[in-house]
């Protein structure tokens, strides 16, 4: 993706030390006699030339490196050097970060949700465009509008898939999606919905009193991935911040199918939803952290 240059560096601070010039992913830079001089035309807004230099010579407008103080008063604006952070430390908190199914009654602050959505944004994206987009259902009446939404959608598509004759007709038009989602999923869903209307049970969101929706805008080279670091991102500090998330891919796969879902919660046409994270203070005490399954990675070796 092209964008124009805006890099500007001070000749009267540059110290030519070259940083910003070896680290510049577009070739951007050169030196000139001793100092850095912005000599391309193109520009991926990435900042590294800022981050790097140690007479804060460069800057690049549009590129913000505003203050960032999450609302409890938490600094973030040290930099970790690469290996001096606590390993051990990092892996605990991945490794307790557990789908939860079971939240208190208990509002997520805005102030929380808005830190969330800005630590989502320190993750990378495809050509740095960062064109994600989160839209947040900050309150229990939020998350059941859009429930009730994706309900309808279930509902609709199980009374197709239980009959017969409309999944001879899917699969002469449509391959086989509907006849899977009728082996495998079918049951299930319909026993999620019995339960919401039965027993007011929420089987979709488990009750979350707020929810976030990642997604991104048309443009984007890689807009799943984008979308899905920082949702990565956000789960791994909604449990520092003492919440339980629960990603909620049956809503996602609703919205795909269905974009009146998206148009209800005030989404764009053309945006994609990539992921719902379901979000709350947890009812659940997890004691043990998670365990996988052991992989074996394959080993490529040149020549062999
Ligand atoms: C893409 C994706 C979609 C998911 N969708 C749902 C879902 O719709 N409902 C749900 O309860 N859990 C959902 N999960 C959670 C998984 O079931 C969960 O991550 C898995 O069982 C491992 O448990 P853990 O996250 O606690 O380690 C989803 C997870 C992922 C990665």
Redesign the pocket.
């Known amino acids: 993706m092209r964008r124009p240059i805006t890099t500007r560096i001070d000749p009267e601070l540059c110290i030519g030390c070259e940083a910003c010039v070896r680290v510049c992913p577009t070739d951007a830079l050169t030196m000139e006699d001793e100092i850095a001089v912005v000599s391309g035309d193109e520009s991926l807004h990435c900042g590294h030339c800022v981050a790097v230099c140690p007479s804060d010579a460069v800057t690049v407008d549009g590129v913000s490196s505003a203050e960032f103080t999450l609302a409890d008063g938490e600094p973030t604006e040290v930099y970790v050097d690469p290996g001096d952070f606590d390993l051990g430390q990092l892996v605990q908190l991945m490794r307790s970060?557990?789908?939860c199914?079971c939240y208190r009654d208990e509002e997520v602050s805005r102030a929380v949700l808005n830190d969330l959505v800005r630590i989502g944004t320190t993750a990378p994206s495809g050509t740095n465009c960062q064109l994600w987009t989160f839209t947040v259902l900050p309150d229990r009446a939020a998350v059941v509008v859009a429930a009730e939404k994706v309900k309808a959608f279930y509902d609709r598509l199980n009374q197709q898939a239980s009959n017969g004759a409309y999944r001879l007709f899917a699969r002469l038009f449509a391959g086989d999606a509907l006849d899977r989602y009728y082996r495998e999923y079918y049951e299930t869903v319909k026993e999620g919905m019995r339960q919401w209307e039965e027993e007011g049970r929420d089987r979709?969101f488990?009750g979350a009193p707020a929810a976030i929706l990642v997604g991104s805008k048309p443009g984007a080279s890689c807009p799943a991935e984008d979308a899905l670091l920082a949702t990565q991102n956000i789960l791994l500090a909604a449990h520092a911040m003492g919440l339980g998330t629960?990603?909620?891919?049956?809503?996602?796969e609703a919205m795909k199918r269905d974009a009146a879902i998206g148009e209800a919660l005030g989404i764009p046409k053309g945006e994609r939803t990539y992921?719902v994270i379901a979000l709350g203070y947890p009812a659940v005490e997890y004691l043990a952290p998670?365990g996988r399954r052991r992989v074996e990675p394959r080993w490529v070796q040149a020549g062999g």
């Open positions: 970060r557990r789908s199914r979709l488990h629960c990603l909620i891919g049956f809503v996602v992921a998670t």
